[in-house]
């Protein structure tokens, strides 16, 4: 490890890469903070809205919402980084110092790490409960709190890593070409913790999936159960409409960082980083449309929330006990009819 760079400014570090760094407002640059800062608002706003209707609603004060909490929370953050990326971008990258470029990039790896991390506590916290086919989880309000304090401290230091010394500034050898004061390594390490993560969450969405299945397929022997058919039904898109979102929006990113880490110099990697990027901040958009928007008694306080000063504050606490699309219970399959008993089937 030779001479520390870290008192040179931006454009060196861009330069030595050979990636492009805009001296102007071009049309380009325009489109892509345009779109991002219009995505920015939306999540704020979708993020903020869960966010509020959970701690008003208190049917929602139960650990796996609690979780859907946290969850709306590091996307609202992840809105914020995003924000603060969009006003550092562009022409005005230059003008960053190191310090300045890394707090930039720390707060788009910190909130997408919360993000992603959150994702795999509400994916084993739903596998749990399903195998032990209850409709609420056992978990105690400390042991939640607990897990949400652990969320955002890896995140944090995933965050800090670089800054902290994991870097290229004294290495130039090492400096990757989409984030050119990071250390290729440090990407490896970031985009293969996260496929990591995603395999994990896949293998326990997978089980949640083929077991569902199987119980289905036992109860279509019968016309009794038509209602717990539906239900389970209903959780099966959602398992599958949760791992197709996170293919789309995260697999791509983390591909191309991969690649980029391995020093791929074939590999056009520049001309899909932006696209890349915000096709992950899309995922913080999906999350509560998934998670939140698409269940009866979330969308009822919503409106309640949107309606507030209008709405009595009981209203809250009134109607319909419907239970969220995640918290569906499955039942045991009905046993099979016993063949020796003259083979009477309802069917």
Same mark, same amino acid.
């Given at each position: 490890m030779g001479h520390c760079y870290d008192n040179k400014t931006i454009p060196f570090f861009y330069n030595l890469v050979g990636k492009e760094l805009s001296q102007h407002w071009r049309t380009k640059d325009v489109l892509v903070v345009t779109l991002g800062l219009l995505v920015c608002v939306i999540v704020i706003l979708a993020n903020s809205l869960v966010i509020v209707a959970i701690a008003l609603n208190r049917r929602f004060h139960q650990p796996i919402f609690y979780l859907l909490a946290n969850l709306a929370a590091t996307d609202l953050f992840s809105g914020l980084a995003y924000t603060y990326l969009m006003f550092h971008t562009g022409p005005r990258t230059a003008q960053l110092t190191v310090h300045t470029w890394f707090l930039r990039q720390g707060l788009i790896d910190t909130s997408l790490t919360a993000s992603v991390t959150n994702l795999l506590a509400v994916a084993v916290e739903r596998h749990q409960t399903v195998f032990q086919m209850q409709l609420h989880s056992n978990m105690s309000n400390q042991r939640v709190t607990f897990l949400i304090v652990c969320i955002w401290v890896t995140a944090i230091l995933m965050g800090l890593i670089p800054q902290m010394g994991w870097n290229c500034v004294c290495d130039l050898a090492t400096c990757s070409r989409m984030a050119p004061l990071y250390s290729r390594s440090y990407l490896i390490f970031w985009a293969?913790?996260?496929?990591?993560?995603?395999?994990?969450?896949?293998?326990?969405y997978l089980r949640i999936f083929y077991y569902v299945q199987h119980q289905v397929q036992r109860m279509s022997q019968h016309t009794l159960h038509s209602r717990h058919k539906e239900t389970m039904m209903n959780l099966m898109k959602? !398992? +599958?409409?949760? #791992?197709?979102?996170?293919?789309?929006?995260?697999?791509?990113? /983390? !591909? +191309?960082?991969? #690649?980029?880490?391995?020093?791929?110099?074939?590999?056009?990697? /520049?001309?899909?980083?932006?696209?890349?990027l915000l096709l992950a901040e899309l995922n913080s958009l999906s999350n509560p449309l998934i998670y939140s928007f698409r269940d009866n008694e979330m969308r009822h306080t919503f409106k309640q929330v949107l309606c507030l000063p209008w709405r009595p504050r009981s209203s809250f606490t009134t109607g319909a006990n419907r239970a969220h699309v995640l918290m569906t219970e499955v039942p045991p399959a009905p046993p099979q009819p016993d063949s020796s008993q003259g083979g009477n089937s309802s069917l």
């Open positions: 293969i913790s996260n496929l990591v993560i995603f395999c994990v969450m896949l293998l326990v959602t !398992v +599958v409409i949760i #791992l197709s979102a996170f293919v789309v929006c995260w697999t791509p990113g /983390l !591909v +191309v960082l991969l #690649l980029d880490g391995v020093d791929c110099s074939s590999c056009k990697v /520049l001309p899909l980083e932006k696209f890349f």
